[in-house]
């Protein structure tokens, strides 16, 4: 999710927030000059999805209760999806593989009202269902545990929808039309809901397989890696490029992204081997520049995180004024200052921390923020050669207006979702256990943690319970000073 530039006061800081992601040894020689820049990139084979990797239990959210809900457990969302730009009508088919999370003689999606649908059938059968507002109902009774297909067909000219912040860099999340049709998408606390039905909560991850058709030479880019691109001849003759992704490891709506327009890509390489792709709208060859720091970036990070979580890995440059980490496919916005190798790495710190474990509550979006932000002022610091320490101080300066302006991290005001007491405050807390610790043991826990909780959502006491139990102290009044005290902690380990 956004964040601000090192050095921000907190004055500043309520406009400024921006998500974030670095370069490698071996680069691709040139720009692809094909119809479509799919077509000139390479395609992985296609996975057998996994459904038991998506199993979970999902929960009503505190903070954002009327999106998403705990009786459907998605596994996988197969997404038929078209563009018509000059209509800017989407048409889709998704058919969702999902488990009844309980028994309930109706279930219920999120699907924005703009967006008309056609027929729901349900394993095979047609299916009532009533579509009021954002609420897909479907009146078919499921029992616990059960394992369902539901296929839903529609079509409409979807809009974002209001984001719940004061932030002054956004005021809508979903689905965004740029003026020359292009799209792109961010969502975050929700907004998956304005361009396909979905249990739109982070505590119900899925795994994705998206194909998008689009006017050549235009592209159409999705999460995980591109397994197919093909060329056909639409309704009126003209020229269709569709682009099939796969997302094989699951992803919390908030994480899926879809970008269309003119693109050409690029790719090179971190030392582990891992490609790293760039999609680039057509005439900015400068803008690969400034991303392809993302190689090294990988490199940096896996020193300290561990290995890469993924099996792949994008930036797509869109004309959003900030960036998003959406998984394996980061969503970048095209500012100079979005295009900065902070907000590079940034976004794929979050990679880690808040895609490969992230949380089941939008009280706990700290456990994202905190330690990516942390990560960032350590990038900056090694890089730089400033002392780490003087940005911490400067952030822990600002805490105390950052609390009375928008809550304790974990207990903020529910209308100022991605205020700067997410980032900042959270990140002084961490590096306080870093400083205690030292970074050694420090980084060896949060390794431990992605391990023990590779793909899942998570609640902040299973955090407290790890690092209490990984590192032998007593730590719980100090998070929880921290996180939900209205006043400035102390330096040092609270009640340890």
Known sequence: MRHLRRGTTALAVAGLLALAGCTGSTESSEPSSTPSAASDAPTAEA???????AESSPVEDSVYPGVGHPDVDALLYDLDLAWAPDQRTLTGTATLTFRAARDTPTFRLDLARPLEVASVTLDGDEAAYRHRGKDLVVRSPISEGDRHE?????????????????????????????????VWTMQEPYGAYSWYPVNDQPSDKALYDISVSVPSPWTGIANGRLVSTESSDGPSGEDLTTTRWQLDEPAASYLVTLAIGDYTHRSNTATSGLTVDYWIPRGLPGAYDDLKVAAKAVDWIEQRLGPYPFTSLGLVL??????????????????????????????????????????????DVWLN??????????YEADRGGYDVGVQIAEWRGVDQ???????????????????????????????????????????EVARSWLTDQDNRSVTRQQVYDHWEAETGLELTRFFD???????????????A
Do not use: C
Not at 47 to 53: C, I, N, S, T
Not at 428 to 436: A, G, H, I, N, Q
């Open 47 to 53: 996975v057998e999805p996994d459904l038991a990797l």
């Open 150 to 182: 539901l296929v839903v067909e529609y079509a409409g000219k979807p809009r974002p929808v209001p984001a719940p912040t004061t932030r002054g860099d956004f005021s809508t999340v979903g689905f965004t039309v740029t003026d020359r049709a292009e």
């Open 318 to 363: 869109t004309d959003s004024q900030s960036a998003m980490e959406t998984q394996t496919m980061i969503t970048m916005g095209n500012t100079e200052y979005v295009r900065s190798a902070p907000v590079v790495v940034h976004e794929i710190v979050h990679q880690w921390y808040g895609d490969q474990v992230s949380p089941a509550d939008w009280s």
């Open 369 to 378: 923020e905190g330690m990516t932000m942390l990560m960032q002022a350590l």
């Open 401 to 443: 207006q950052l609390r009375d302006e928008y809550g304790p991290p974990g207990a903020y005001d529910r209308r100022q979702f991605g205020g700067s007491n997410i980032y900042y405050s959270p990140a002084v807390m961490w590096d306080e256990l870093r400083r205690e610790l030292g970074d050694e043991e420090f980084f």
């Open 481 to 495: 000073a921290w996180i939900t005290g209205r006043t400035t902690p102390p330096e040092g380990l609270i009640g």
